[in-house]
């Protein structure tokens, strides 16, 4: 809580879009690492881990109240239509497109996510608490 969760996202969202580009260049490769998949995978989640927590825990922050309920109801239909559209349509555009472009798809829509991020007001911390540390 002592961290700008915007800030927190901005730095996760930046580090995907890193791997994104370096899963589209390992794609372009004449023979593509397998293990090196495997390592963005790694740090893809450890990402997510970073990016997940702090995206919830700001929605409340940016709509009043009483528009919470519908934020989540919103939040909950964005999820189901990407877990059951994101992989179709994925299939669908591998096999016309081809992978690379689907990293670069995913890249661009990440780059759009940023610039949005920073768009919103800084926010100020909730409380004046102490500052996490391992002193006691």
């Not at 890193?18 to 450890?46: D, E, K, R």
Request: charge should be positive; include cysteine.
């Amino acid at each position: 809580d002592s961290v700008d969760r915007v800030k927190m996202i901005i730095i996760a969202e930046a580090g995907l879009v890193a791997c994104c580009l370096m899963l589209a260049l390992n794609t372009l490769l004449p023979h593509p690492h397998v293990g090196f998949i495997y390592f963005i995978a790694a740090i893809n989640s450890a990402l997510f881990g970073i990016h997940r927590p702090s995206l919830d825990a700001l929605g409340p922050r940016l709509v009043k109240h009483h528009e919470i309920q519908s934020m989540s109801i919103l939040s909950m239909f964005k999820s189901n239509v990407g877990m059951i559209g994101g992989p179709a349509l994925g299939g669908i555009l591998i096999g016309s497109a081809g992978v690379v472009w689907i990293y670069l798809i995913d890249l661009a829509t990440l780059m759009v996510s940023i610039i949005a991020l920073f768009q919103i007001t800084r926010l100020a911390p909730l409380a004046e608490g102490e500052k996490p540390s391992f002193k006691r």
